[in-house]
């Protein structure tokens, strides 16, 4: 079965650097999103892309976030100056189209620890 | 925006009863309901789901229904096992505006006891 795959696994950061997060989504899937779920909370919706563009973001993905599909196969996510607050699991996901059921499929995440 | 509750946020059952857990949404144009099992540590994982135009689904020993009227839905497992134990997610999106934001509840951590 087709995955979503993320890198890296785990990424220890000081506060205050930058730090970017890769995925390869799914090939024949056209949407792409983030996610994040603070350790032992909820997954929080960040953002969505499609067609090169945002779609929609969260009230998290301020100016200190931003995304990026640098080339076919990979969908980026940049955190320019880390906080504390952003350690998290941070998931990448992906979809075939935007009808609704359409499955989307989760990543394995990015643990981002922020010291 | 939507707004999804969840309880129970824990719930222990011996290995053989069922277990339900619920969840109520607050948009009433969300028409996908789906339930994701996470393991510690890992990915959530889709394990069903449901959409606006059906009031139930069954996969073996995991079903789930849905009220659109009073706007919630739950997840019903029978015959739990100790690998069900897990934390469990339900989600709304509505699918129309083309493409899926998903909103999660807050989780029901499942414990199954031998």
Known sequence: EPEVTQTPSHQVTQMGQEVILRCVPISNHLYFYWYRQILGQKVEFLVSFYNNEISEKSEIFDDQFSVERPDGSNFTLKIRSTKLEDSAMYFCASNRDGLSGNTIYFGEGSWLTVV | ?114
């Open chain 2, 1 to 114: 925006g939507e707004n999804v509750e969840q309880h129970p946020s824990t719930l222990s059952v011996q290995e053989g009863d069922s277990a339900v857990i619920k969840c109520t949404y607050s948009d009433s144009a969300s028409n996908y309901f789906p339930w994701y099992k996470q393991e510690l540590g890992k990915r959530p994982q889709l394990i069903i789901d449901i959409r606006s135009n059906v009031g139930e689904k069954k996969d073996q020993r995991i079903a789930v229904t849905l009220n659109k009227t009073a706007k919630h839905f739950s997840l019903h497992i029978t015959e739990t096992q100790p690998e069900d134990s897990a934390v469990y997610f339900c989600a709304a999106s509505r699918g129309n505006t083309g493409f899926q934001k998903l909103v999660f509840g807050t989780g029901t951590r499942l414990l199954v006891s031998p």
